[in-house]
């Protein structure tokens, strides 16, 4: 497949990097959490099985929250050090319930994790973030997470942050030239399309 689309590499590099480099708007995140007064969501004890949802609680300031998260989830760089790793492609349901979690968040329901983790305690909330299929999904996500940990204007501050950096790199009059472009995924000659992710930041 081909998009054809205005070629500003400064553009793309911006958006895709609002995208996957939310921490830089974590120092704003974690002020507004430090100065805030305690809520019972923000003492909510959390295990992330998910790299993206990672760095979304890590962008809000709520990384104090979490106690785990999957081997996938390196990013920010305070996690590593830190917080203790689960297997990501295997996770362990006496693993996770050890940390005594409130909430567990995921990715995808992998080896019926959510059965086993609600059948051994029926408190504990499972909140699954599919992958987004565009920015409007991230935005979601971001600010699902700041109503569930209790930094609900740490993440309309993010999500506010990230579409003004977007919104200044976009022309404001037109693109000029357009270009023909294959994304290249692999040497399978397969491709994105517009209904996934990548295809709706191009």
């Not at 081909?2 to 609002?18: D, N, W």
């Not at 968040?105 to 909140?127: C, F, G, H, R, Y």
């Not at 200044?168 to 992710?197: H, M, Q, R």
Request: a negative charge; proline letters at 5%.
């Amino acid at each position: 497949m081909k998009y054809k689309f205005p070629f500003r590499r400064r553009a793309i590099t911006a958006i895709v990097a609002s995208v996957f480099i939310l921490g830089a708007c974590g120092g704003q995140g974690s002020e507004s959490a430090d100065s805030a007064p305690a809520s019972s969501e923000q003492s909510l004890k959390i295990v992330s099985l998910s790299p993206t949802a990672t760095e979304m609680l890590y962008a809000i300031g709520a990384g104090d929250q979490v106690v785990a998260v999957d081997s996938l989830s390196t990013y920010p760089a305070e996690v590593a050090p830190k917080v203790t790793k689960i297997s990501a492609y295997e996770p362990s349901a006496e693993a996770i319930l050890a940390y005594e979690p409130d909430v567990v968040l995921i990715s995808n329901d992998m080896n019926k994790i959510t059965e086993q983790l609600t059948s051994a305690n029926p408190d504990i909330k499972v909140w699954t973030g599919a992958a987004a299929a565009s920015l409007d999904d991230v935005y979601a996500q971001i600010n699902e997470l700041g109503a569930l940990t209790g930094r609900v204007d740490s993440a309309e501050k993010v999500v506010s942050s990230m579409k003004a950096r977007i919104n200044a790199v976009i022309p404001k009059s037109g693109w000029g030239i357009v270009y023909p472009v294959y994304y290249e995924l692999d040497n399978t000659f397969y491709s994105v399309t517009s209904n996934t992710f990548v295809g709706s930041l191009l």
